[in-house]
């Protein structure tokens, strides 16, 4: 059983570009979690799905950033224009309703140069 | 403001003795703790959990106590191996209400010494 598939597994990019992250959660499970990792903050909540409609993006940084899940099997995480300071490790988790368990993908490493 | 800290940056064991990891919340809304455990490149894995209706959950090697009324709980590795050097994350959720994101704390690195 495939868990957790994120892509791409490293991006680097310049200041000012677009960049896309993407994330295919385990199936059957009813949430999706966009984290951030940097060595000051460790691990922050960007934004989290149920049932694919977002529930609390509270954690996103600013509007530069976006995420978005058009259906069960697949979630965009957007970061236009993207600058230096986004440089990080962007996780995706996937969880079921009846466990309070995250399953996480490997992270996309971005680097914005 | 951090709902859930880890105030140990790092922490250095010998082999074979108990690794103690730490950890506070201050969201009493929280009823399901979880550690995480961190290789470098890769991304966090499931270690135990703990309910907020026990105090103690013992999986092998791994322990985790819950102190509501402290609001801190810890993770005990006995006898800490090589292996068992990784950062680990200590995480909080209320599964209750509408309150279901799982919120981690900073982490601690753990490394055990030969």
């Known amino acids: 059983d495939a868990g957790v598939i994120q892509s791409p597994r490293h991006e680097v990019t310049e200041m000012g570009q677009e960049v896309t992250l993407r994330c295919k959660p385990i199936s059957g499970h009813d949430y999706l979690f966009w984290y951030r990792q940097t060595m000051m903050r460790g691990l922050e909540l960007l934004i989290y799905?149920?049932?694919?409609?977002?529930?609390?993006d509270s954690g996103m940084p600013e509007d530069r950033f976006s995420a978005k899940m058009p259906n069960a099997s697949f979630s965009t995480l957007k970061i236009q224009p993207s600058e230096p300071r986004d440089s990080a490790v962007y996780f995706c988790a996937s969880s079921p309703r009846s466990t309070g368990e995250l399953f996480f993908g490997e992270g996309s490493r971005l680097t914005v140069l | 403001d951090q709902q859930v800290k880890q105030n140990s940056p790092s922490l250095s064991v010998q082999e074979g003795r108990i690794s103690i990891l730490n950890c506070d919340y201050t969201n009493s809304m929280f009823d399901y703790f979880l550690w995480y455990k961190k290789y470098p490149a890769e991304g966090p894995t499931f270690l135990i959990s703990i309910s907020s209706i026990k105090d103690k959950n013992e999986d092998g090697r791994f322990t985790v106590f819950l102190n509501k009324s402290a609001k801190h709980l810890s993770l005990h590795i006995v006898p800490s191996q090589p292996g068992d050097s990784a950062v680990y994350f200590c995480?909080?959720?209320?599964?209750?209400?509408?309150?279901?994101?799982?919120?981690f704390g900073k982490g601690t690195r753990l490394h055990i010494l030969p």
């Open positions: 995480a909080a959720r209320g599964l209750r209400g509408r309150d279901d994101k799982i919120i």
């Open positions: 799905f149920n049932n694919n409609v977002p529930i609390d």
